[in-house]
């Protein structure tokens, strides 16, 4: 098999509803009963191939790693296939011995709940935005899992009747699972709901303890309190695109069937809760004329004053509810502001014969269009078609631009207040025909007596009597992408619906120590910055102050003269400074050091300033200097080392004064500057010969005592002394010799430690 990625024609990090869609698509086109392309049937079969590669989390995992594709790999672990809930059909026991024998604590009751990874990952999760889950992990040996299962058969048979789903997984087949949500250990019930995992910390598995911790995790936006002062307000909110359902009970605290159902429908059906106990509520119940000891359901379209459906019972079943909900779920006119919504309104059914087709109204999300859509409002409720047949909605055109645009062909330029009728063969591709003559461009809401309404709906009764036969086809065709969901969270949304999250998930994984503990980080660093804050209000006072006596410009500067800051800087050599100017240079960088005392130190500095300042720019090099005093042990050290001599060497300090040594700290050699210093242009060979030679000279004492071996107290009195003005005469010469690489280096195998006294 090929590149799975490039079959289905999607990037690396599609995610797996943007797989299933793009296989669809494929699916479709190179279907061999659709396509008589030679290659179809091949092209079909490698789509599917890919999908179901591409579709396994572990085998996406493997191939994306290993690029392995093969389901026969030893990469690939051998899972327990469970296929979905019931794994078993029977209970073995109960099949042979009968259900005399059967006990309340046998674990096959998980067995047959037991789901895998996939299922979780492909049908849990996507289900878990409308449907509450509950998942029990378990072991087959887990004698804790045991125990409780009566009081999970006991959950089941409480919550499923409630519209709970109740599932279980084996942690020790599926421990990626156990990871995912969050459960640390077994037996351990974990709450998948809107995507996310709630895992319960409780070791008492009773039915008022669930109950209290769904309620707990239930969004809090769920549905709203409604009494006497916002029932209107209620009512009239079906601009959102959602209907209304108003519950009356006889108590404070909401069903929890009802919250259920409520966010079931939580995207169609706006839910408003009525406690008939409160004094604030006795104008409703007076208005719907309501048993106070009944629970009743309401249900609102457009019309605030007449309901669509209702039902008054001691206890509303969950089932019955949710018919009733399910069949008036939508608006008389919804608007199509989402591809589910596309969907439910306008389902695509290309394998019935019977057309089931949508009119839709073009317009704009302006108060100027409030008539135009009234109108057909006006003119779907009056109409007799059944909502098998035919609906009637609206889109706002800068929404859904790319879906107008692909219907575009046979309409005007400007399709504003247009109407079209469209059937949807399948998720892309729709016929449709647009409605001539109809005109809803009206400045009246007097919908009875209009011409121009009635015009429009005779049109539009021509048009749809018309295309509902067999015989008959939509005059256009197009393929369109999916609607824009007007109701996605913005990115603002988002973050914090993530942050409630997290601190939800934190609410519940931290211990009491430990949050302790987070309490005091964040109290300390409220602390720091308070602090901060009280040192900022001091220093600006402080400005202000020196501003209004003058001794500070507006733009903070000082009114002294600040001190000029040197463009070249030169460096101390001490114990602290050695290891960054010597031992640990990079690469091609060099510490140029001049050797002073404490009496020449004011003389020397500033020509040897001049002389390096032309190189002030060269990022390679450092330029420092050094006391003899402090370091006369480290000089003598270095000399005998590079001399490759054990005989200890006695330097007279005053004669290493005005020296200058060019470090190479990476590559461990130094070049020396001296004015008596014997270096010349002749070979190297012969300059470490000479340099040996005046070790043993004793005509010049000068040279002898640079070098080491004595000195004499009467060397000062020789007619060939320098004097300390003339000492760095020549290291502008000798510093082109060292960039020229002339000067001789002298090696050493390790650079010795610099006193720290």
């Not at 769904?214 to 601009?239: A, C, E, S």
């Not at 609102?300 to 669509?308: H, I, K, P, T, Y």
Request: proline share 4%; charged share 25%; hydrophobic share 35%.
């Amino acid at each position: 098999m090929n590149d799975p990625y490039k079959e289905l024609g999607i990037s690396r990090t599609a995610s797996v509803p943007e797989v299933r869609r793009a296989y669809k698509q494929l699916a479709k086109e190179w279907h061999p009963d659709k396509n008589n392309h030679p290659d179809a049937e091949r092209k079909f079969v490698q789509i599917k191939k890919a999908y179901e590669l591409l579709n396994d989390a572990e085998r996406r995992r493997i191939y994306d790693r290993h690029g392995i594709t093969s389901e026969d790999s030893h990469y690939i672990k051998q899972k327990h296939d469970y296929s979905g809930y019931n794994r078993f059909g029977f209970d073995p026991v109960e099949e042979f011995f009968g259900k005399q024998f059967g006990f309340d604590q046998d674990i096959s009751l998980y067995h047959k709940l037991s789901v895998t990874a996939n299922y979780f990952d492909q049908t849990i999760i996507p289900k878990s935005k409308t449907k509450l889950h509950i998942i029990m992990f378990y072991n087959d040996w887990c004698f804790g899992c045991i125990r409780i299962v009566a009081a999970f058969k006991k959950l089941i048979e409480t919550f499923e009747p409630l519209g709970v789903h109740f599932a279980t997984i084996n942690a020790a087949h599926e421990p990626s699972i156990l990871r995912k949500t969050g459960a640390d250990d077994i037996p351990r019930m974990v709450l998948v709901l809107g995507g996310h995992s709630y895992v319960y910390r409780e070791n008492i598995y009773t039915q008022q303890k669930l109950a209290e911790f769904i309620r707990k995790k239930m969004p809090f936006k769920i549905g709203q309190r409604v009494n006497d002062d916002n029932l209107n307000d209620f009512l009239n909110g079906w601009t959102d695109n959602r209907v209304r359902a108003l519950v009356l009970e006889p108590r404070s605290v909401t069903r929890l069937r009802y919250l259920i159902s409520a966010f079931a429908f939580h995207d169609r059906v706006a839910f408003g809760f009525v406690d008939l106990t409160s004094k604030n509520t006795k104008m409703i119940s007076d208005r719907f004329k309501v048993n106070p000891k009944l629970d009743t359901l309401f249900l609102f379209n457009e019309d605030s004053l007449r309901a669509v459906a209702s039902i008054s019972m001691a206890d509303i079943p969950t089932q019955t509810l949710d018919n009733i909900i399910s069949s008036n779920q939508y608006l008389s006119l919804p608007r199509l502001s989402s591809q589910e919504v596309l969907e439910g309104v306008c389902p695509a059914e290309w394998n019935r014969p019977r057309k089931r087709l949508c009119v839709v109204l073009i317009t704009e999300n302006s108060p100027e269009y409030d008539n135009a859509r009234g109108a057909l409002r006006h003119i779907a409720q009056e109409s007799g078609y059944s909502l098998d047949r035919v609906r009637f909605a609206y889109m706002y055109k800068e929404k859904q631009a790319d879906f107008l645009n692909a219907i575009s062909k046979g309409s005007f330029e400007d399709n504003l207040l247009r109407l079209v009728v469209i059937w949807r063969r399948d998720s892309t591709q729709i016929k449709y025909e647009w409605v001539d003559g109809a005109k809803l461009d009206i400045k009246t809401t007097d919908f009875l007596n209009n011409t121009a309404i009635n015009a429009t709906k005779h049109e539009i009764n021509l048009t749809i009597q018309r295309l509902l036969k067999t015989s008959e086809a939509l005059t256009y065709e197009a393929f369109v992408q999916n609607l824009l969901d007007e109701h996605a969270q913005g990115l603002l949304s988002k973050w914090i619906a993530r942050l409630l999250y997290l601190v939800d998930y934190l609410s519940d994984n931290i211990e009491d120590e430990h949050l302790f503990a987070a309490l005091s980080l964040l109290g300390t660093i409220a602390f720091m910055f308070g602090i901060g804050y009280v040192m900022m209000y001091f220093v600006r006072a402080e400005e202000e102050s020196l501003k209004a006596q003058g001794q500070l410009n507006t733009d903070g500067s000082c009114n002294k003269p600040n001190k000029h800051v040197p463009e070249l800087k030169l460096y101390e050599l001490r114990a602290e400074k050695y290891n960054g100017l010597v031992r640990l240079l990079k690469p091609g960088c060099r510490t140029i050091l001049l050797i002073t005392d404490l009496q020449s130190r004011p003389k020397l500095i500033p020509p040897y300033h001049r002389a390096v300042w032309p190189y002030r720019r060269t990022k390679t090099l450092l330029f420092g200097h050094m006391l003899i005093e402090k370091g006369l042990s480290w000089y003598s050290e270095l000399l005998r080392l590079s001399l490759c001599t054990n005989q200890k060497l006695q330097i007279n300090p005053r004669n290493c004064v005005g020296t200058v040594i060019a470090l190479n700290g990476h590559r461990k050699y130094f070049c020396v500057y001296h004015a008596k210093h014997p270096e010349c242009a002749r070979g190297t060979k012969r300059m470490i010969k000479m340099t040996k030679q005046l070790l043993d000279r004793n005509d010049d004492p000068e040279i002898g005592n640079f070098l080491g071996v004595n000195y004499s107290e009467e060397s000062d009195a020789e007619s060939n002394v320098l004097f300390e003005d003339n000492l760095l005469d020549g290291l502008s010469n000798w510093l082109d010799r060292l960039f020229e690489g002339t000067t001789h280096r002298y090696y050493i195998n390790y650079w010795p430690d610099f006193p720290t006294k």
